[in-house]
C-alpha cells in the first residue's frame, strides 16, 4: 500500500520502519530531517513537505506531539484533509483529545476520507520490534479493513469502540503510569532508607501484589541511573493536562491525579521539557538527599 507517515519522533520511527521493513511503498516526513536517515535506508521516499506524504497516498499515518501539532498539520494552512483524495484513510496515532479527533474525524468524513485514531501503549522501546499494543477507535468495518497494517506495527491491536473512544483509554492508561511512577519512587526510596538492598527490594516488589509495568520497565532505569524511558517531560505534563480535561468534563474528581500533575509541573520547571519523565523521581531523590542506585541494570531497555 502506498503510505505517507508524518512524525518520526521516539515512537513514530520505530512504527515507519516497521511499515518500511514489510514493503510498504512509504513516503515519510519530519521537522527533523536526520531523523528519516533511518526510514531512507530502508527505502522509504522523503517528502519535503507533509504535503508530499498526502498526495497521493491510500493511507496517510500521523504520530505527533501534541494536538495542536495534529491540528496544524490536517487543517491548517496547506492541511492535509485537503491533499488527501476522497476514498483514502488518515490513521491518527498521537496521544490526542478525544474531542479533537471526532471534530477532526466529521471533517475528514465530510471530505469522504476514512479515519481511524491508533495511540501506542506499552513503552517506547517496544516499538522498535512491534512489540506493543494499540488501541484503535473508529468505525468497526475501517478497522478491519486497515487491522493487517496496523497489526504490523502492533501484537496486539484492541478495538475500544467509536472516534475518540481509544483517545479516552489512552489518556487513562498514562494518567495510571505517572501515578505508578510517583508512587514506585516513593516505594524504593522507603527500602533505601530502610538500608534493603535495592536490587533485591526490586525483586521483591516485582514478585509482589505491588508489581506494575511501570515498576518492571521504569524502576530498572532509576535504578541505573540514566532514567531514559524514551519519553519526556513535556509530554507526560500534557497527557495528564488531557487526564484533567477529561475528569474536568465529566465531574470526576482526580486526587491523585491532581497531585500527580502537580508533581509533574514541579519536575518540568526543575528539569526542563525534554527531560525524560522518569526524572520525576529525581525530585524524591533530592528532597531525601539518597540517590537510588543498584548494580546490574541497564541503561536503556530492550526492545
Given at each position: 500500500?502506498?503510505?505517507?507517515?508524518?512524525?518520526?519522533?521516539n515512537v513514530g520511527q520505530s512504527l515507519a520502519a516497521n511499515l518500511a521493513r514489510a514493503g510498504h511503498e512509504l513516503t515519510v516526513n519530519d521537522l527533523d530531517r536526520s531523523r528519516g536517515e533511518l526510514l531512507?535506508?530502508?527505502?522509504?521516499?522523503?517528502?519535503?513537505?507533509?504535503?508530499?506524504?498526502?498526495?497521493?497516498?491510500?493511507?496517510?499515518?500521523?504520530?505527533?506531539?501534541?494536538?495542536?501539532?495534529?491540528?496544524?498539520?490536517?487543517?491548517g494552512e496547506g492541511g492535509l484533509l485537503d491533499i488527501l483524495a476522497p476514498g483514502s484513510?488518515?490513521?491518527?496515532?498521537?496521544?490526542?483529545?478525544a474531542d479533537e479527533v471526532k471534530r477532526l474525524g466529521a471533517t475528514a468524513a465530510e471530505r469522504g476520507i476514512g479515519i481511524?485514531?491508533?495511540?501506542?501503549?506499552?513503552?517506547?522501546?517496544?516499538?522498535?520490534?512491534?512489540?506493543?499494543?494499540?488501541l484503535v477507535g473508529g468505525d468497526e468495518d475501517l478497522f478491519e479493513r486497515f487491522k493487517p497494517?496496523?497489526?504490523?506495527?502492533?501484537?496486539?491491536?484492541?478495538?475500544?469502540?467509536?472516534?475518540?473512544?481509544a483517545s479516552v483509554v489512552k489518556v487513562i492508561t498514562n494518567l495510571l503510569a505517572f501515578i505508578h511512577l510517583v508512587?514506585?519512587?516513593?516505594?524504593?526510596?522507603?527500602?533505601?532508607?530502610?538500608?534493603?538492598?535495592?536490587?533485591?527490594?526490586?525483586?521483591?516488589?516485582r514478585a509482589s501484589s505491588?508489581?506494575?509495568?511501570?515498576?518492571?520497565?521504569?524502576?530498572?532505569?532509576?535504578?541505573?541511573?540514566?532514567?531514559?524511558i524514551g519519553f519526556t517531560m513535556d509530554l507526560a505534563c500534557k497527557d495528564l493536562g488531557l487526564a484533567q480535561k477529561l475528569a474536568s468534563e465529566f465531574g470526576v474528581p482526580l486526587d491523585l491525579g491532581e497531585r500527580t500533575a502537580e508533581i509533574f509541573d514541579v519536575g518540568r520547571e526543575t528539569y526542563g521539557d525534554r527531560a525524560w519523565s522518569t526524572e520525576i523521581v529525581r525530585l524524591l531523590e533530592e528532597k531525601a538527599g539518597k540517590d537510588?542506585?543498584?548494580?546490574?541494570?541497564?541503561?536503556?531497555?530492550e526492545a
Amino acid at each position: 500500500m502506498k503510505i505517507g507517515f508524518i512524525g518520526l519522533g521516539n515512537v513514530g520511527q520505530s512504527l515507519a520502519a516497521n511499515l518500511a521493513r514489510a514493503g510498504h511503498e512509504l513516503t515519510v516526513n519530519d521537522l527533523d530531517r536526520s531523523r528519516g536517515e533511518l526510514l531512507l535506508d530502508l527505502g522509504a521516499d522523503w517528502g519535503a513537505a507533509p504535503a508530499d506524504c498526502a498526495d497521493g497516498a491510500e493511507l496517510l499515518i500521523t504520530s505527533l506531539p501534541s494536538p495542536a501539532a495534529s491540528r496544524a498539520v490536517m487543517e491548517g494552512e496547506g492541511g492535509l484533509l485537503d491533499i488527501l483524495a476522497p476514498g483514502s484513510t488518515w490513521i491518527e496515532m498521537s496521544t490526542t483529545d478525544a474531542d479533537e479527533v471526532k471534530r477532526l474525524g466529521a471533517t475528514a468524513a465530510e471530505r469522504g476520507i476514512g479515519i481511524l485514531e491508533a495511540p501506542i501503549t506499552g513503552g517506547c522501546h517496544r516499538a522498535k520490534s512491534g512489540d506493543i499494543s494499540i488501541l484503535v477507535g473508529g468505525d468497526e468495518d475501517l478497522f478491519e479493513r486497515f487491522k493487517p497494517i496496523i497489526q504490523v506495527m502492533g501484537v496486539e491491536v484492541l478495538h475500544m469502540g467509536p472516534l475518540g473512544a481509544a483517545s479516552v483509554v489512552k489518556v487513562i492508561t498514562n494518567l495510571l503510569a505517572f501515578i505508578h511512577l510517583v508512587g514506585v519512587g516513593e516505594g524504593l526510596m522507603l527500602a533505601a532508607k530502610a538500608g534493603v538492598d535495592l536490587g533485591k527490594a526490586f525483586e521483591g516488589i516485582r514478585a509482589s501484589s505491588g508489581n506494575s509495568f511501570v515498576h518492571e520497565t521504569e524502576s530498572q532505569v532509576i535504578l541505573s541511573g540514566t532514567y531514559n524511558i524514551g519519553f519526556t517531560m513535556d509530554l507526560a505534563c500534557k497527557d495528564l493536562g488531557l487526564a484533567q480535561k477529561l475528569a474536568s468534563e465529566f465531574g470526576v474528581p482526580l486526587d491523585l491525579g491532581e497531585r500527580t500533575a502537580e508533581i509533574f509541573d514541579v519536575g518540568r520547571e526543575t528539569y526542563g521539557d525534554r527531560a525524560w519523565s522518569t526524572e520525576i523521581v529525581r525530585l524524591l531523590e533530592e528532597k531525601a538527599g539518597k540517590d537510588l542506585r543498584a548494580p546490574g541494570f541497564p541503561d536503556e531497555l530492550e526492545a
